[in-house]
């Protein structure tokens, strides 16, 4: 099973979409293992509370579908990652997928500066569009409900990235 470290963006976005009825992150939850930081779970539940994505990420956090993970504090490595100006949920995620433990986790993010970082850092990282056509890839899900999935959350990506995606899975 796939191991997924989600930024707030992800998690929010596979918690505000839904294809056929059923939201994302479901989609998700049965073919990987999610996990969140503490900083991501207060920034998305405790600050969104009001919204309905941060009910139903915490509804899965509440019932352990969706791991949260402590930070696992690297003094060297946070004051590097700060020069950036990132957020806290950004750091702490870029901080856990470089942990010896989530070496075979992939760190989900839609920030790009995040993205840059992670890749000079080398960690493993993906968007979540870029996760969705993994999964195809890997006979996980099928093409049919990806395209559903992409289309489901192409506003909150440049069209850009949804046509090259759809591209990507032959559509």
Request: glycine content about 6%; charged content about 25%.
């Amino acid at each position: 099973m796939c191991r997924l470290i989600l930024d707030a963006g992800p998690l929010i976005t596979t918690c505000k979409f839904s294809v056929a009825g059923k939201l994302i992150i479901d989609y998700l939850l049965e073919r990987c293992q999610i996990t969140v930081t503490a900083s991501v779970q207060d920034e998305v539940v405790l600050a969104g509370n009001r919204y309905p994505d941060a009910s139903a990420a915490r509804q899965r956090i509440d019932t352990g579908r969706i791991v949260v993970a402590p930070p696992l504090p690297d003094p060297a490595i946070r004051r590097l990652i700060s020069l950036y100006g990132l957020g806290i949920g950004e750091m702490d995620c870029i901080q856990l997928a470089g942990h010896s433990d989530w070496n075979d986790a992939t760190l989900v993010v839609d920030d790009h500066l995040a993205y840059l970082v992670s890749d000079r850092l080398g960690r493993r990282k993906r968007f979540l569009l870029d996760v969705i056509a993994d999964l195809v890839r890997a006979d996980k899900l099928a093409d049919s409900l990806a395209s559903s999935m992409i289309q489901a959350i192409r506003s909150r990506y440049p069209p850009a990235f949804v046509e090259h995606t759809l591209l990507m899975l032959g559509r």
